[in-house]
């Protein structure tokens, strides 16, 4: 984790979620790039000079999100931060993903939700997307601030042989937080999997952990996979969620369907931790 981005839309849980970024930055020791994408009626950065005073509210508007952006700059330089500020001007809001997972980075921290009222928000309603095309884990804030040193990390999957590659990424944020971890599998009796076939599985994911932390495998049984894990994170007092997701086929997104995935992305009190995979 060497280049953290923060999109931000200035509503409250994305400033928190900014401050928590560049709390992780700085135990990380890695530079941030804090992102705003302006949404903007015309072309603005085509639009010639005197074309521009007749937006007399969206002049004032880009700059006071320009004053916003220079007052995280000095935020992040408290914490002793290497940091690079961007203002991005959008004419549509479908480009928003293309601005957030084409960016020179390695992890991405934003709210789950932004303030759609404010009319500065783009990046709350395209939380769902950004995880589905992110190539880079993306770390999803709620309503608090989680801790850092973390104590828990809850990881939900299929544990599928593809999906052991990328747990690397949680291995790394565990470490970087000093956390346990728990490997959990959500049995349901719609989508049942004997014990010894789903230990089996899980054990390949055991031998990557570290010896430094604890790391638990757990078969939870309930009515759905939503459920489950919403339930089963609740009852150890887990900090984070983590999840790993294919793009396009197959795999974990069975085993969590769209629906549960969204759900887990508004559920309002437990952060989420995506990641990933590609798949042609």
């Known amino acids: 984790m060497k280049n953290i981005l923060i999109p ?37 950065v085509h639009l010639v000079k005197e074309g521009g005073k007749n937006f007399p509210k969206l002049i004032e508007s880009i700059k006071s999100a320009q004053a916003e952006m220079e007052k995280w700059e000095s935020r992040a330089k408290e914490h002793g931060l290497e940091v690079e500020t961007k203002l991005v001007f959008d004419e549509g809001q479908s480009k928003i993903v293309h601005h957030v997972t084409q960016s020179n980075h390695d992890f991405i921290i934003m709210a789950a939700k932004g303030d759609a009222k404010s009319g500065t928000s783009t990046l709350g309603n395209m939380a769902q997307k950004i995880i589905r095309n992110a190539n880079v884990p993306v770390l999803l804030i709620k309503n608090k601030m989680p801790k850092i040193p973390m104590e828990k990390v809850v990881f939900a999957s299929d544990f599928e042989p593809d999906l052991a590659p990328h747990f690397n990424h949680v291995i790394d944020f565990v470490s970087l937080m000093e956390a346990d971890i728990d490997l959990v599998f959500i049995n349901t009796p719609y989508q049942f999997e004997n014990t010894s076939t789903t230990m089996e599985k899980m054990n390949q994911f055991t031998s990557l952990c570290s010896p430094d932390r604890k790391c638990n495998t757990n078969i939870y049984n309930a009515r759905n996979r939503e459920e489950g894990i919403i339930e089963f994170t609740n009852s150890i007092g887990a900090d984070v969620i983590a999840i790993s997701t294919r793009a396009k086929r197959g795999g974990f997104l069975n085993f969590l369907s769209r629906s549960v995935t969204e759900s887990l992305v508004l559920n309002p009190d437990i952060p989420l931790l995506s990641i990933n995979l590609q798949v042609d």
């Open 8 to 44: 931000i839309d200035f509503s409250p849980s994305s400033d928190l979620a900014c401050e928590y970024g560049l709390q992780v930055a700085q135990k990380a020791e890695a530079k941030v790039t804090i992102l705003h994408i302006k949404y903007t009626p015309v072309d603005w």
